[in-house]
C-alpha cells in the first residue's frame, strides 16, 4: 500500500472490530473523550454505559488480525474477543493501560503502555512491554515459538497465575528479561517438544535486573508424562530443569493392547526399540496411548476378523439358489414339480451379485472401523437324482476396510470355488457346501503422534476354508395342502465352520514398522433362522416376496489376536493386540422379490443387513437362475 496512511481517532467508548485474517496500517490514536462536554446539553438521551466504556476496545472474535500502524494516546485499551490481535509496529507514543481481558494480545515490537492480563487471557511476543500484571488465570506465553519477551519494569505473577514456557530437548526455551523486579506466584507450566531428550536439561527462563525480592512460583508442570520439571532461583533468575521421571509407561497404559506394547517398549529400558522408546518418553499421557494404540498390530486382527466375517457372502449365495431346479414351465420357480409334487430335478445355472456397507464400533481400546465390499458368484447344477442336485461355483469379490482420518486402510481382493449338494427328502431339504476362498490383502497404516510420524505398508495372502450346511421344514399356510398353500414358511437351522490362516508378514515405512507373526483363527457359526415366501401376480407373470429373519451366534476364536515385534528392536520382543472380534450374536434380516424373466429365467432383488452389538452391514443382492 501506498504511504502515508491516514490516522483512526478513536475515542472512549469506540470498539474496533478487526476481522480475521486482517491487516491494518492506519495509525491509531486513542483518546480520552467526555462526549457530554462536546455536544449541547439536552441534545442527547443518557444509557446505560457498555462495560469498559472509559476505554477503547480492540475486537478480534476469532482467527488472528495484525495492527501494523503506529498506536499513540493515553486512554485505556482492553482487547477483546477470542481470537488474537498481533501488534506488528511500534506504540512508542502510548501511555496508557492495555488490558487483555479476552484472547491473545501479541507484542512483538515495542508497547511502551503497561499491561494487565485478566483471567482466560494471554500476553504472548517476542517485543518490548512496559510493566506487567499476570492476574489469577492469566498466562504469560513469551515468543510466538521459542521466544523472549523484555518487560520494561515490574513483572507481577498473581496467586493462579501461568508461566508458559516451551523448551526443546536441544536446550532452547522461552525467556523473559525483566528490566525492574520480578515478583512470583502462580503456575510454571513446562510446554516440552518431542526430541531426544537427556536424563536433565536446564533452562534459564527469566532474569530481572532489580531481582525477586525473595519471590517464588507456587508450582511447576509439564505436558508431558515421562519428564518432571524442577525450578532453581539465585537473586535475580529463576533457572527450569526438565529430567526424566521414574513413570513407568505402564502407569499411563489403560487397555490390554496398550500394556502389550509397553512391555515391548519398556524391555531392557527401551533397548529393544530405542527410536521408538525416545519418541514416546516426550509425549503426554493422552499422548503416549494414542502411540500405544497406534503402534499396536490391533489392525492386521481387524482386517483379519473382517475377513472372517465376510466369507458369509459366498455361503449366503449358495443358500439362497441351493433348490432343486425343475423343468421350465413347471412349479413356481423350480421349488416344486407339476401338481405341486416335486419332480425330477434340471440342470441349471445361477449367478449371484452383492454389495454391502458395515460399521463396526470401537471396541476395548480398538478403533472403529468402516467396510465396503461388492462381489459376484457364478453356480451350476447337475441333477444326480430325483430329488437332488449337485454344484459347482465359483466367485470374486473386493473389500475395502478403514479406519477414521485415514489411519489406517486395507483393500482385500478375495477368489472362491466350491462345491454344494442340495435336495429334498421328505418334508425336510438339505443344503451341503464347502469352499477355499485365497485372499490377498494390501495394507497401510499411519503412526502420527508428537516425533512419529511413519507412513507403513505390507502386503501378504491369507486363506480361508469353510464348510457348512442347512436343514429346513418348509411347510404352508392357506391351501388346501402343504406343497400349494400361498404362503410357504420354512424353519431352518444352518452350521458354518470357518478357518482362517493369515502369512507372516513384514511392514515398510518406518521405525514404528512391524514383524507380524502367521495367524490362525477357527469360528462356528450356528443360526436359527424362519424364511417366509408369498407367491403374487404381477402384470408381468408371476412373483415371489420373500423375507428371512435369523439368529447367528459365534463360537471359537471369537476375539482376534495378532502377535509380533518392532522391525527395528534389538531382540525383537513378541506382543499381543487384540483387534476388533467376531460379532458373539447378531440378527440377520432379508427382504427381497423374485420374479419370472423369461421361460426358465427368473431374477431377484434383496436387501440383507447384519445387526449385532456395536455392528451395522447393510446390502443388497441381485440374482438370475437358468433352468433348462
Do not use: C
Not at 513483572?155 to 497465575?161: E, H, I, Q, R, S
Not at 536439561?201 to 519471590?215: I, M, P
Not at 402343504?482 to 508378514?505: C, K, M, N, Y
Not at 457359526?525 to 447367528?552: D, K, M, N
Amino acid at each position: 500500500m501506498g504511504a502515508p496512511f491516514g490516522t483512526l481517532h478513536a475515542n472512549t467508548g469506540t470498539v474496533l472490530s478487526y476481522a480475521p485474517g486482517v491487516t491494518v496500517m492506519n495509525g491509531l490514536q486513542l483518546q480520552a473523550v467526555d462526549i457530554g462536554t462536546r455536544v449541547p446539553a439536552g441534545s442527547y438521551s443518557t444509557v446505560t454505559p457498555l462495560d469498559y466504556a472509559d476505554s477503547v476496545q480492540l475486537m478480534v472474535n476469532s482467527g488472528e488480525a495484525t495492527q501494523l500502524g503506529t498506536m499513540a494516546g493515553s486512554a485505556p485499551l482492553v482487547k477483546q474477543g477470542a481470537g488474537r490481535l498481533r501488534l506488528g509496529g511500534d506504540v512508542a507514543a502510548y501511555f496508557g493501560t492495555a488490558t487483555v481481558n479476552q484472547g491473545t494480545l501479541a507484542v512483538d515490537r515495542y508497547f511502551s503502555g503497561s499491561v494487565q492480563v485478566n483471567e482466560g487471557a494471554r500476553l504472548q511476543g517476542t517485543g518490548v512491554v512496559g510493566p506487567t500484571t499476570i492476574q489469577a488465570g492469566g498466562v504469560l506465553a513469551p515468543g510466538n515459538s521459542i521466544g523472549a519477551l523484555t518487560v520494561q519494569g515490574d513483572l507481577v505473577f498473581k496467586p493462579g497465575a501461568r508461566f508458559e514456557v516451551e523448551a526443546t530437548a536441544l536446550g532452547a526455551a522461552d525467556f523473559v528479561q525483566v528490566t525492574g523486579r520480578a515478583l512470583l506466584d502462580g503456575d510454571l507450566v513446562a510446554l516440552a517438544q518431542a526430541g531426544d531428550w537427556q536424563a536433565s536439561t536446564r533452562y534459564t527462563v527469566l532474569r530481572a535486573e532489580q531481582g525477586l525480592d525473595g519471590s517464588r512460583f507456587a508450582a511447576a508442570s509439564s505436558n508431558f508424562a515421562f519428564l518432571t520439571p524442577t525450578l532453581a532461583y539465585d537473586d535475580e533468575q529463576v533457572f527450569l530443569t526438565l529430567a526424566r521421571n521414574d513413570t513407568a509407561f505402564d502407569e499411563v497404559a489403560q487397555t490390554p493392547v496398550e500394556d502389550e506394547v509397553v512391555k515391548a517398549l519398556e524391555a531392557e529400558d527401551g533397548a529393544v526399540a530405542p527410536a521408538l522408546y525416545d519418541k514416546v518418553v516426550v509425549l503426554d499421557r493422552l499422548g503416549a496411548r494414542q502411540a500405544f494404540q497406534q503402534l499396536s498390530g490391533s489392525w492386521a486382527a481387524s482386517v483379519r476378523s473382517g475377513v472372517i466375517d465376510d466369507n458369509r457372502f459366498i455361503r449366503e449365495a449358495v443358500f439362497e439358489h441351493a433348490r432343486p431346479l425343475w423343468p421350465a414351465g413347471e412349479g413356481v420357480f423350480g421349488s416344486t414339480g407339476p401338481s405341486g409334487r416335486a419332480s425330477e430335478a434340471a440342470p441349471g445355472f445361477w449367478s449371484h451379485a452383492f454389495h454391502s456397507s458395515a460399521d463396526r464400533a470401537g471396541y476395548g481400546g480398538t478403533p472403529a472401523d468402516h467396510r465396503d465390499i461388492q462381489g459376484v458368484v457364478l453356480g451350476a447344477w447337475q441333477p444326480v437324482g430325483r430329488n437332488w442336485s449337485l454344484g459347482g461355483f465359483f466367485g470374486a469379490q473386493q473389500s475395502h476396510l478403514w479406519r477414521d482420518a485415514a489411519m489406517a486402510g486395507a483393500r482385500i481382493r478375495s477368489v472362491h470355488a466350491g462345491l454344494a449338494l442340495a435336495g429334498e427328502e421328505g418334508n425336510w431339504r438339505y443344503t451341503l457346501g464347502a469352499v477355499h476362498t485365497w485372499h490377498r490383502v494390501q495394507s497401510r497404516r499411519t503412526v502420527a503422534v508428537g516425533g512419529l510420524n511413519d507412513g507403513l505398508q505390507s502386503a501378504y495372502g491369507a486363506g480361508a476354508t469353510q464348510v457348512f450346511g442347512e436343514v429346513s421344514w418348509p411347510f404352508g399356510l392357506g391351501g388346501s395342502g402343504s406343497r400349494s398353500a400361498s404362503v410357504a414358511i420354512e424353519p431352518f437351522t444352518r452350521l458354518a465352520w470357518v478357518d482362517v490362516r493369515t502369512q507372516g508378514f513384514a511392514e515398510q515405512g518406518g521405525a514404528a514398522a512391524l514383524d507380524v507373526r502367521p495367524a490362525h483363527q477357527s469360528v462356528l457359526f450356528s443360526t436359527l433362522g424362519l424364511r417366509v415366501t408369498q407367491p403374487i401376480e404381477t402384470v408381468t407373470g408371476a412373483a415371489q416376496v420373500h423375507g428371512l429373519l435369523a439368529w447367528r451366534y459365534a463360537s471359537g476364536d471369537v476375539a482376534s489376536v495378532s502377535r509380533q515385534s518392532f522391525r527395528g528392536g534389538a531382540r525383537h520382543v513378541v506382543f499381543e493386540s487384540e483387534g476388533q472380534p467376531v460379532a458373539r450374536s447378531a440378527w440377520l434380516f432379508e427382504l427381497g422379490l423374485q420374479a419370472r424373466l423369461a421361460k426358465g429365467v427368473d431374477v431377484g432383488i434383496a436387501y440383507a443387513g447384519q445387526f449385532a452389538r456395536g455392528l451395522q452391514d447393510h446390502g443388497a443382492r441381485l440374482s438370475l437362475t437358468w433352468a433348462f
